[in-house]
């Protein structure tokens, strides 16, 4: 039975895109069980219903407080099975609460190389400090805003006339290729964390 994957989402979708795509292309070996998103009309909803996967805004704004809104997450990827929470583009943090119900099974990816650049700028903030290079890391989710345990990281320099949005859209390159071979990696049973650091284990031949 194949990995199933609950992804969050707040907006566009290009990273749920990606994986949507990998695993069409056969290259992941996974399945979309459901798409959750914080917010209403956002194209994320839209990728998914294209893609035949169930999709649900839970809105957070109808909710009273973060413990209700997160207990409508929670419900939602438990009936469905849920194996692997993948945030992809989910720009809210997690209570501890809802990180123990899926303890190192939560998935993020930032367009920074971290620690550095933690936070919703990362890109714009790479750029104002001035570092000659960037990228993205995918980690788990721990308690922490973006310091969960590293497991992939791409580098993507930062060009002389490099924007905001020259430097967001290669970072985001990356991104599409990076997320999909994460999570292939998790569904293979080849990561394993130990403290701090994941190890990537050997291929089973
Ligand atoms: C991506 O660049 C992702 O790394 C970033 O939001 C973008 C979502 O794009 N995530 C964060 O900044 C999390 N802190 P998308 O909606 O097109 O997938």
Do not use: W
């Not at 566009?12 to 979309?32: C, F, V, Y």
């Not at 990180?99 to 930032?110: T, V």
């Not at 993205?136 to 992939?152: N, Q, R, S, W, Y």
Request: glycine share 6%; net charge neutral.
């Amino acid at each position: 039975m194949s990995l199933k994957l609950g992804v969050l989402c707040s907006g566009r979708g290009t990273d749920l895109q990606s994986i949507i795509d990998a695993i069409s292309a056969k290259k992941l070996d996974a399945e979309i069980a459901i798409v959750l998103t914080d917010r209403p009309n956002v194209p994320a909803l839209i990728r998914a219903e294209k893609a035949k996967i169930e999709n649900i805004c839970v809105d957070r704004k109808q909710f009273s407080d973060q413990k209700a809104f997160e207990g409508k997450l929670l419900d939602h990827l438990f009936r469905v099975g849920v194996d692997l929470v993948v945030l992809a583009g989910f720009m809210r943090l997690l209570s501890s609460k809802f990180i123990r119900a899926y303890p190192n099974k939560i998935m993020n990816i930032h367009p920074a190389l971290l620690p550095n650049f933690p936070g919703t700028h990362a890109q714009r903030d790479a750029l104002e400090y001035g570092v000659k290079i960037s990228g993205c890391t995918i980690h788990f989710i721990d308690e922490g805003m973006d310091t969960g345990p590293i497991i992939l990281q791409a580098a993507v320099p930062v060009l002389e006339d490099d924007t905001e949005e020259t430097l967001s859209r290669r970072i985001l390159e990356e991104e599409h290729k990076l997320y999909p071979r994460a999570i292939q990696l998790y569904a293979e049973g080849r990561l394993k964390i130990e403290g701090r650091r994941v190890r990537i284990l050997e291929e089973l031949l």
